[in-house]
């Protein structure tokens, strides 16, 4: 899985290769990870149940605050780097997104169903760096398909004519995905107005997974 954290920018088109954790939202900068260590611990607290949404909150994707010393960045990026290993060595597939919070020394993870007992109690850890587990409702995986489905269409070629995908991946939250769309004729400006018929034949491609559909920049179209 594409990790993409918010200290760093993977909303271009996305034709999604798994390797590591993932959740897309705005970027920012960071220090190396803090590497785990023997001793002290990390907080892991119990997922919550949110109801699932109608559409994405990709419009106003959820992050924490990236003010903080780069001390506080490593903790919060060692924290997460802890679950990552998990996830990847383990190979579980609920994960959904995530991202972290500089301030708060933490990684925020987004799950689906029950969170593993392995991830309740994540090895010790120097850095003092926590993390916290939300539901949601859809996995990394299920979003990836989603979006390889809508990248691979090619819909600037169809009616209407002359828009294209300019940026498709999963929300952060694991709420769905969110869809960019642009307009040659504006540049790099993204149209205000996106036509109805091509934001249906996009959630379509995208079956019942829900789709947040926005103008975007040519820019990042390839």
Known sequence: MTRCRPRRSCFALVLVAA??????????????????????AATVRSAVTRATPPDPSCRNPPTGSSDGSLRDQAAADAAYDRVDYLVRTLHLAEYSGGYVNVR????????????????RT??????????????????????????????????????P???????????????????????????????????ASLIAKIKNLADRMPTLVVGGSLAHAV
């Open 122 to 159: 994540v090895w010790p850890g120097v850095d003092h760096g926590t993390v916290v587990f939300h539901s949601a409702p859809y996995t990394f995986r299920q979003m990836t398909v989603a979006s390889e489905r809508v990248a691979g269409a090619r819909l600037g070629a169809s009616d």
């Open 19 to 40: 390797t590591s954790l993932a959740g897309c939202t705005s970027d920012l900068s960071r220090s190396p990870a803090a590497a785990a260590n023997a001793s002290g």
């Open 104 to 119: 708060a020394r933490q990684a925020v993870i987004y799950w689906v169903g029950p969170v593993p007992a392995v991830l």
């Open 161 to 195: 004519p002359g828009y294209v995908i300019s940026g498709v991946a999963p929300c952060v939250d694991g709420t769905g995905i969110r869809v960019e769309v642009a307009d040659p004729t504006n540049g790099d400006t993204p149209p205000k107005e996106i036509p």
